[in-house]
């Protein structure tokens, strides 16, 4: 039981963190309808900015989160001003393509770039919080505890910033109609760079909360990337909900999936193809997602 | 009316989760008749085309052409069945020339060969008077040559019934007169049509007869002057406009 | 038919080139050169896929390794004789390829993209998981073709592959099937309206492109000599879309040429790193963002500009193979 226990906890914090990355995927699906490819990339960069925020400027550990997403932000406003605004212009054809093959180049640049600037070794940043709280059998490490309760206040942050303010009204309204939005005074194009850069910054803030409890290194986003793209498709894009709901299915899934199955090779292969199986299941019988809203591109 | 008509729906109906975009929709069409489909904004014209023309399956009712009951069966069979459509807004292959946006559908018929195509291609190019852009990309081409690229396209299917989804929307008053001038040689051809559009006047001065929808149901079905009178017509598309505001 | 005739020429010299570079080279450049052609097929078969039909598919390497490892299988494991291993593995990608395309129908965007992802990783990692089988990620020895310790032999047997699936691919290209397949590409409801079974072509693409992958992935596990699940990781098929899209996504002798440059750059410029691929990811993100038909394209354009500066663009220039 208590064994049950440890895997679940530890399978919940990693669904917040998985949460986390897809609530950023899933914003600017919904505002942008472009499916960022690179997302993984951008939360390995969120890791290695609160690293060399806290290491190089001495900013205390959780500092270095909220930096990383600023930095994020920043880092996604540029790339979306430079490379996905030219999108929505008649210069570019097969639009679909276009952005899948930015993102997804975007993965490639800056991977290799952290592999030659951060180095292939794993670096591990300071604790928020060294020791662990115990709780009859279960343990759980300061750390995961402040990287899940951060992913909460950051998820229900963001559904409250969506909800209740007015920039977060008119990203809503453009995710639903951009003509609509355009007609009521908004203007589209302001949004998307906004989504951009926030899903930027979520994707950041993910990455530099996991950092202290798994190390970095230039890789650590291709799992979550493809976890993200699960979550999103289960969820139905464009919900954050929805995504909250799908990280932790998944995440509780494959911790109890790795801890129970007895083969570890195969468990780890097929806790991971689960998710995989899930993705093409989902969109083959129910393109809508099991919560979320439908699928506003599909057929 | 003959007892075997050329085209007929009977009892059509599409749903869109709580949408009843069409609702119990008949009528027939004669052989080499034009029809005037008409309606206010979201009355489900557009749908009806997609439902007669295959894109879309119908939830109730037949579709019968010719005789033979084709409901539920794939667009492209319609299509090679002779029931051609364009769309409200132009559905072009927008970057492959003029010349292959016409052959396309000439040869979705495994029997003609491609000089032939091409002939006939540049037959309606002529008709059409768009010769001098046979080679130009379709994107290149303006609003309302795209229109007429659209017509053409489906002329490239020797269709024995054309439906036509607004192909007067947004195009030039000059360019008007002359897709008007089309639309009445192709009738007179033979060609039965039926013609949705929300410019009354362009639509009275080519049809007769016009079919009126609201909210997905039909509403009026007669001689254009009668039906224009009809009060419940005259709620549909009053009421229309004071919703919309 | 200026670029037509560059286009030809093109082609003619570096297939002169390639056929003679074996007596200049060394065999480490040969030994590159054959991989090179493994390459080769895989970005001008993806050209054919997403380029010219729009079907824009992360599974295109999945094929490749379902023809390697049901080549190396059916003799390692059934002790079939290579031959008729290696039809098996067209077989099964024949099939596959249909599955495939028939499961993607309604599929299209960003959402086939999804979808051929998690298919790909999924055989990736049962290929990983399953190691009775395929030995994981230890990898599973396959038999040679050729007797001897040279690899020219190879190298001329992927140079023929290569010459004939750029055959096949052009061949059917020049039919109607190459017209429809772009009309898909570009609207499929209005195909469907102009009379096109899109069902039918749609699953045509993806068996071709399938075969002509799988083929690959035969060549190069019976080349190589052993395959690990590594050959369908995901940055592979970011190599490979890079090479189609640097090269030319539309245009079958540019994905060839353009997997033949950046595998050999690649291999040239070894010294440097990881910076090769930093390179790679940039050069994908300008070409897409500036040139977006791809590097090839852009140099017959100029050609054509230089040859008859008013003569005007016709169809054949552009889609010509
Ligand atoms: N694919 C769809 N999904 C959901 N609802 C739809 C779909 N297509 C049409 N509708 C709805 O069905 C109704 C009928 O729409 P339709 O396009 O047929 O109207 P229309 O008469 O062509 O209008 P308009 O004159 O504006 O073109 C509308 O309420 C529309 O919103
Ligand atoms: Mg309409």
Redesign the pocket.
């Known amino acids: 039981m208590s064994y049950f226990l440890l895997l679940a906890v530890n399978g919940l914090v990693v669904g917040l963190i998985y949460a986390l990355v897809a609530s950023g995927l899933t914003l600017v699906f919904s505002v942008l309808k472009v499916v960022n490819f690179g997302h993984g990339s951008l939360y390995m960069l969120g890791g290695y900015a609160s690293y060399y925020l806290i290491s190089g400027l001495g900013l205390p550990p959780l500092l270095g989160v909220v930096g990383a997403m600023v930095t994020l932000f920043v880092f996604g406003v540029v790339f979306e001003r430079l490379v996905i605004a030219p999108m929505y212009t008649d210069k570019v054809e097969r639009k679909d393509e276009y952005a899948i093959i930015v993102t997804f180049g975007l993965t490639i640049l800056i991977t290799n770039l952290a592999l030659v600037v951060f180095g292939p070794f794993a670096k591990s940043p300071p604790s928020f919080m060294t020791g662990a709280l115990i709780a009859g059998p279960l343990i759980l490490p300061y750390d995961r505890l402040i990287a899940a309760v951060a992913a909460v206040v950051l998820l229900v942050g963001l559904s409250l910033f969506l909800k209740r303010t007015a920039l977060g009204q008119a990203l809503d309204a453009v995710s639903q109609s951009r003509e609509s939005a355009a007609v009521i005074g908004i203007d589209p194009k302001r949004m998307y760079t906004v989504a951009f850069g926030l899903g930027s910054a979520l994707a950041g803030g993910a990455g530099a909360l996991i950092a202290p409890v798994f190390a970095l290194s230039p890789s650590m986003g291709d799992l979550p990337a493809v976890q993200a793209f699960i979550i999103i498709v289960l969820g139905g894009m464009g919900s954050v909900g929805g995504s909250v709901a799908g990280g932790v299915l998944l995440g509780l899934v494959q911790a109890l999936g790795v801890g129970y199955l007895p083969d570890p090779n195969r468990a780890l292969a097929y806790t991971q193809a689960f998710g995989a199986l899930l993705l093409v299941i989902t969109l083959l019988v129910r393109p809508t997602g099991l919560f979320g809203r439908p699928h506003l591109r599909l057929e | 009316m003959p007892a075997d008509p050329f085209f007929a729906v009977a009892g059509l109906a599409k749903h869109?989760?709580g949408?009843h975009?069409?609702e119990d929709l008949s009528f027939t069409l004669a052989r080499g008749e034009i029809l005037g489909l008409i309606?206010?904004?979201?009355?489900?014209?557009?749908?009806?085309i997609?439902i007669v023309t295959g894109a879309l399956k119908p939830d109730a009712g037949s579709i019968s052409v010719e005789g033979s009951d084709m409901a539920g069966q794939a667009a492209h069979l319609f299509a090679r069945r002779g029931v051609a459509r364009t769309f409200?807004v132009p559905r072009l292959f927008r970057r492959m020339t003029v010349m292959e946006n016409l052959i396309v559908p000439a040869l979705s018929d495994a029997s003609e060969r491609r000089p032939s195509a091409e002939e006939r291609a540049r037959g309606v190019l002529a008709f059409l008077k768009l010769e001098h852009l046979a080679d130009d990309y379709a994107r290149a081409l303006s609003g309302g040559q795209q229109k007429l690229l659209e017509l053409g396209r489906a002329l490239m299917l020797k269709p024995s019934l054309l439906l036509l989804?607004?192909p007067f929307a947004g195009v030039h008053p000059k360019l008007l007169e002359q897709i008007i001038e089309h639309i009445r040689t192709l009738n007179r051809d033979g060609h039965t049509i039926v013609l949705?559009d929300?410019n009354l006047d362009a639509v009275q001065s080519i049809v007769s007869r016009v079919l009126v929808?609201a909210r997905?149901r039909k509403i009026a079905d007669g001689a254009v002057a009668e039906v224009l009178q009809n009060p419940e017509v005259v709620r549909a598309y009053t009421g229309s406009r004071a919703g919309a505001q | 038919m200026g670029s037509l005739s560059f286009s030809r020429a093109v082609q003619a010299v570096l297939l002169a080139v390639a056929l003679l570079l074996p007596l200049a080279a060394g065999p480490y450049w040969i030994h590159v050169g054959a991989i090179a052609w493994y390459y080769a097929m895989l970005a001008a078969s993806w050209a054919l896929l997403a380029g010219f039909a729009g079907q824009f598919s992360f599974a295109h390497v999945a094929f490749a390794a379902l023809g390697g490892y049901a080549s190396a299988l059916g003799v390692g494991l059934l002790g079939l004789p290579v031959g008729v291993s290696m039809l098996l593995a067209i077989v099964l990608a024949i099939v596959t390829g249909a599955l495939i395309g028939a499961l993607v129908l309604r599929l299209s965007g960003p959402y086939l993209a999804l979808f051929t992802l998690a298919i790909s990783e999924i055989f990736r990692l049962i290929l990983v998981a399953e190691e009775d089988l395929t030995r994981g990620m230890l990898g599973l020895p396959v038999p040679g073709l050729f007797s001897g310790q040279s690899d020219v032999p190879y190298y001329y047997l992927g140079l023929g592959l290569v010459v004939m699936a750029m055959l096949a691919m052009n061949w059917l290209l020049s039919t109607r099937v190459g017209l429809f397949l772009r009309a898909i590409r570009e609207d499929e409801g209005a195909a469907r309206a102009s009379g096109i079974d899109t069902t039918r072509y749609k699953i045509l693409v993806f068996v071709v492109t399938a075969v002509i992958a799988a083929i690959a992935g035969i060549y190069y596990g019976h080349f190589i000599g052993i395959l690990t699940p590594n050959i369908a990781i995901l940055p592979e098929m970011g190599l490979v879309i890079a090479m189609a899209v640097i090269g030319g996504i539309e245009s079958l002798p540019g994905a060839v040429i353009g997997a033949v440059v950046v595998f050999l750059l690649s291999e040239s410029l070894r010294a440097y790193g990881e910076w090769r691929f930093v390179l790679m990811g940039l050069a994908l993100i300008l070409v897409q963002r500036f040139a977006q038909n791809g590097l090839y394209p852009m140099i017959e354009q100029w050609s054509r500009a230089r040859a008859k500066p008013r003569a005007a663009a016709t169809v054949e220039d552009r889609h010509a193979g």
């Open positions: 869109f989760g949408i975009a069409v309606g206010p904004n979201g009355s489900g014209k557009t749908t009806t997609n409200q989804d607004e949705v929300h929808m997905g």
